[in-house]
DNA sequence: ACAATTTCAGCGAGCGCTTTCTAAGGAGCT
DNA sequence: AGCTCCTTAGAAAGCGCTCGCTGAAATTGT
């Protein structure tokens, strides 16, 4: 506890124990502590001989503010936390970036929370977020199961709301009208389509589709573009070209795997993350095939890596730093407070970048 | 400001404007504020029944305590900020998720900020987090330009003891003893060291070596151990053979084009991370030149991308996420809090990982 | 020269919580 | 019944900061 009494003469201020304080500056400066304060906020007229004292005495007790203590007192702290499933997926490192990036610019602080894919483990962590009284959370990256989604992301948005702060949901289906949300989005369906569409005009049929788990956001909006493609080039949809895994290398290496150690039939894969094809490029690679030529493959995200598989890879890319950008510029607008701010919903384009991943059938 | 008095009346418990007080849950369920607190540290006896009537109070309520109040009042913030160049380095990332996964086990959260290398920014960036007393501040990477280092990290370690907090230096090098700080790092000459003796061994004696930053103490510790290894294989060192830019993927891959529009005078190339290999490679295949054969290939940090690189690339594996870990872990340990704390200097192993990039020359 | 105005300092309350101190009531003892 | 001891509750101070208010000094106007 900081109820021990501080002992008069602390001495060298360089090793004192405890930090300065604002009063420990005002007495050294010979003033009071309002008049620090304000010199510190610079929203109040403080004459030239007190302002440069002052100043002069934070340098000598080396000061710092202490946050906790402001943030009590009523000053908005400018923090924004994310919260993602792992920092290592590319995509999401990405997208954390720009919101890192955006926020920096703008003189805010971020936080960040993983959550391994759990639900439990995410609501647990915005919920520490809200006790932060953060400025804003952001939500990054899909969600598995979204039976009560909707139930559950309004009813965050209202908390968020009632502790001042504010809920970003990114790369997410989006919320009802009038929810005090930031939905910062992209479309995966949109995307998946015109990939797949893109396969399907090279001639292939049967398209083999590496998912996520089942009920995950991400994975079904990108399972969906894959139908309506399919559809729109009038080929049936055949359920037992759908495997489901988990958006890794590993996953992906296994599934493929395994499914070429049946049948062989298909002639293209489209994995829901370029992070899943690199694992299906390893076990074609093992099993002795070759991309394109007897396998097709394409991802989505569009990251680095792409460009680094041979052959390399076509993919959907996503402006994952842009939507992290957006994300915190949205946070750290002020405009969200009032009291009649109607939500927000914006949503990115995706585009297709064609290399060298898809063999031209005939 | 929150002086504007609460009206008295908010209503329905979801949709005030501001939160639930401690105070409010104590009239809620009719005890004195103290009571609450003390259900909530649970450290005093509180009888069953006022306790219930509490915990039903903050149900209702839905009250979160607020995390600022409750530091200013005393209680050790269990906040652990971690500073880093850049969260899409793939090593990095790997050593974030380490302190995040070990850090959120042991119940603390975790500030992150991001420098692009900018040592005035760092600097920027860790007093920020001086503010904010969070409970141990861990740098992670590299530095650009070692003069002043040394004097610069002890100062910070004094003024961040100072503040209450520790000082975490990750991947960098060591400091005097005595400095109240920790220092987990790897053996970047031992791990260069290894791998361009394998390399030699194999039979290469002209081998390009791209670094980062010249001064970057990453790029030098490597540098140290090529040229070690070099003189113990009784091969002269060519400063020719040195490049250096920076660890990105493009660096890497613009050196070795320029490289190879030149003389080719070199039969294998040192990347100094496996982020610039990639650039490595693209500008190899490129060049319609083959890896090994016509040229070997080496990386460093063996993260995941090494094996996804065709022929999959020999590298040297740094533990990149027990590095995080066991810096979460140091700050955690209140150990350190003691006067006497000497500092604490760890060491993590490296090792060489031989994949198929390195030819055997005859 | 005196009143009216403008600067600028300081006082003090209050942000939401923890914790020490004091005390009320009940149990156990003689 | 009178005493002590224990359990549990509440009052209140204080953590470091911000800001509304009051008032003294400096400036201006006439």
Same mark, same amino acid.
């Given at each position: 506890?900081?109820?021990?009494?501080?002992?008069?003469?602390?001495?060298?201020?360089?090793?004192?124990?405890?930090?300065?304080?604002?009063?420990?500056?005002?007495?050294?400066?010979?003033?009071?502590?309002?008049?620090?304060?304000?010199?510190?906020?610079?929203?109040?007229?403080?004459?030239?001989?007190?302002?440069?004292?002052?100043?002069?005495? =934070?340098?000598?007790?080396?000061?710092?503010?202490?946050?906790?203590?402001?943030?009590?007192?009523?000053?908005?702290?400018?923090?924004?936390?994310?919260? %993602?499933?792992?920092?290592?997926?590319?995509?999401?490192?990405?997208?954390?970036?720009?919101?890192?990036?955006?926020?920096?610019?703008?003189?805010? +602080?971020?936080?960040?929370?993983?959550?391994?894919?759990?639900?439990?483990?995410?609501?647990? =962590?915005?919920? %520490?977020?809200?006790?932060?009284?953060?400025?804003?959370?952001?939500?990054?990256?899909?969600?598995?199961?979204?039976?009560?989604?909707?139930?559950?992301?309004?009813?965050?948005?209202?908390?968020?709301?009632?502790?001042?702060?504010?809920?970003?949901?990114?790369?997410?289906?989006?919320?009802?009208?009038?929810?005090?949300?930031?939905?910062?989005?992209?479309?995966?369906?949109?995307?998946?389509?015109?990939?797949?569409?893109?396969?399907?005009?090279?001639?292939?049929?049967? =398209? %083999?589709?590496?998912?996520?788990?089942?009920?995950?956001?991400?994975? +079904?909006?990108?399972?969906?573009?894959?139908?309506?493609?399919?559809?729109?080039?009038?080929?049936?949809?055949?359920?037992?070209?759908?495997?489901?895994?988990?958006?890794?290398?590993?996953?992906?290496?296994? %599934?493929?795997?395994?499914?070429?150690?049946?049948?062989?039939?298909?002639?293209?894969?489209?994995?829901?993350?370029?992070?899943?094809?690199?694992?299906?490029?390893?076990?074609? &690679?093992?099993?002795?095939?070759?991309?394109? &030529?007897?396998?097709?493959?394409?991802?989505?995200?569009? =990251?680095?890596?792409?460009?680094?598989?041979?052959?390399?890879?076509?993919?959907?890319?996503?402006?994952?730093?842009?939507?992290?950008?957006?994300?915190?510029?949205?946070?750290?607008?002020?405009?969200?407070?009032?009291?009649?701010?109607?939500?927000?919903?914006?949503?990115?384009?995706?585009?297709?970048?064609?290399?060298?991943?898809?063999?031209?059938?005939?």
């Amino acid at each position: 506890m900081a109820r021990t009494p501080r002992t008069a003469d602390d001495g060298a201020v360089s090793r004192r124990k405890s930090a300065a304080t604002l009063g420990d500056v005002a007495t050294h400066a010979g003033v009071s502590p309002a008049t620090v304060s304000r010199v510190l906020a610079g929203n109040y007229p403080v004459s030239r001989s007190a302002r440069q004292r002052v100043l002069r005495s =934070i340098r000598e007790l080396n000061y710092v503010a202490n946050t906790h203590a402001r943030a009590l007192a009523g000053v908005q702290t400018k923090t924004i936390a994310f919260v %993602l499933a792992d920092v290592r997926g590319p995509s999401f490192a990405e997208a954390a970036h720009g919101v890192e990036q955006e926020a920096a610019r703008l003189g805010w +602080l971020c936080l960040i929370g993983t959550t391994q894919g759990d639900r439990e483990r995410e609501l647990a =962590i915005v919920r %520490l977020m809200r006790e932060q009284r953060a400025g804003a959370v952001v939500l990054i990256g899909g969600v598995a199961d979204a039976d009560d989604y909707e139930e559950q992301m309004t009813e965050l948005a209202y908390s968020l709301r009632a502790a001042g702060s504010l809920l970003v949901l990114c790369g997410r289906p989006p919320l009802p009208t009038g929810v005090p949300a930031a939905v910062i989005g992209y479309d995966n369906e949109e995307g998946a389509y015109s990939i797949i569409s893109h396969v399907l005009s090279q001639g292939h049929r049967r =398209i %083999l589709f590496l998912g996520g788990e089942e009920r995950h956001t991400t994975s +079904l909006g990108r399972l969906d573009g894959y139908r309506r493609a399919l559809a729109t080039f009038g080929v049936e949809f055949d359920p037992s070209l759908v495997e489901h895994g988990v958006f890794t290398r590993a996953s992906g290496y296994q %599934l493929t795997k395994r499914r070429l150690a049946g049948k062989r039939d298909f002639t293209a894969v489209f994995a829901a993350t370029d992070v899943m094809a690199a694992g299906v490029y390893a076990a074609v &690679n093992e099993a002795g095939l070759s991309v394109p &030529n007897d396998i097709s493959i394409v991802g989505y995200d569009d =990251i680095e890596l792409a460009q680094d598989l041979r052959p390399r890879m076509t993919s959907v890319h996503v402006p994952y730093e842009e939507l992290g950008r957006t994300a915190a510029k949205v946070a750290a607008d002020e405009d969200h407070q009032r009291d009649d701010w109607p939500g927000l919903q914006v949503t990115l384009k995706t585009h297709v970048v064609v290399r060298d991943s898809v063999a031209r059938l005939d």
